[in-house]
């Protein structure tokens, strides 16, 4: 079993909708969650970081992680074709380690 | 946020030669930066950990001597890639944080392919 489960998708939604991307953990120990914005042969870009659980907002993305559950999701508003890229959950279990990312979510955001 | 340059960003290479990919932070000193390798449609996975000033730490089942790695100041780690066979070819990403916080910043990636 995988350290952290992402569903590889693709996800296709129209232009507007509310687009719920999520990640489950088996590591108890991972305190702090991110979420990266890939585009095809291009570096992570950091979207999202939340320490512990609880909500973060920023624009139209929204991070929640349940530690309890060991679940987190990003919800990405307004959704918009720019959107379309491939998404990766990653975490860490403490301040400067490596993360252990998902797979990636592939999301196509359609005109 | 933070700014992490990975250079080149594509590179063909003959099989038996070496390959030097440059990873630098912009902005920040970096003690430890992460050298992360990812197959098409697949996620990223961690290499090795660059550490400035001492030796690198290589996961399970990655060859220190096939893929060097130098980090000789804060802003500069190095990997090269020594006697590249096709099936290294891949896209090799890095990334580095500051030293404040837990955040984790990526270079653009290169992508390596070995003829």
């Known amino acids: 079993q995988k350290e952290v489960e992402q569903d590889p998708g693709p996800l296709s939604v129209p232009e507007g909708a509310i687009v719920s991307l999520n990640c489950t953990y088996s590591n108890s120990a991972f305190q702090y969650f991110m979420w990266y914005r890939q585009y095809s042969r291009k570096g992570p870009e950091l979207l999202m970081y939340t320490y512990s659980s609880g909500n973060k907002e920023d624009g139209r993305f929204t991070a929640q992680v349940d530690k309890s559950s060991k679940y987190i999701s990003l919800f990405i508003r307004d959704s918009q074709p720019s959107d379309s890229a491939t998404y990766l959950c990653a975490m860490s279990a403490t301040g400067r380690r490596a993360l252990t990312f998902g797979s990636g979510t592939r999301l196509q955001v359609q005109p | 946020g933070a700014v992490v340059s990975q250079h080149p960003s594509r590179v063909i290479c003959k099989s038996g030669t070496s390959v030097k990919i440059e990873c630098r932070s912009l902005?920040?000193?970096?003690?430890?930066m992460f050298w992360y390798r990812q197959f098409p449609k697949q996620s990223l996975m961690l290499m090795a950990t660059?550490?400035?000033?001492?030796?690198?730490?290589?996961e399970q089942g990655v060859e220190k001597d096939k893929f060097l790695i130098n980090h000789a100041s804060l802003t500069l780690s190095t990997l090269t890639v020594t006697s590249a066979h096709p099936e290294d070819s891949s896209f090799y990403i890095c990334?580095?944080?500051?030293?404040?916080?837990?955040?984790?910043?990526f270079g653009q990636g290169t992508r390596l392919t070995v003829v």
């Open positions: 902005d920040f000193q970096a003690t430890t």
């Open positions: 990334s580095a944080g500051r030293q404040t916080n837990t955040e984790a910043f």
């Open positions: 660059s550490n400035e000033g001492s030796k690198a730490t290589y």
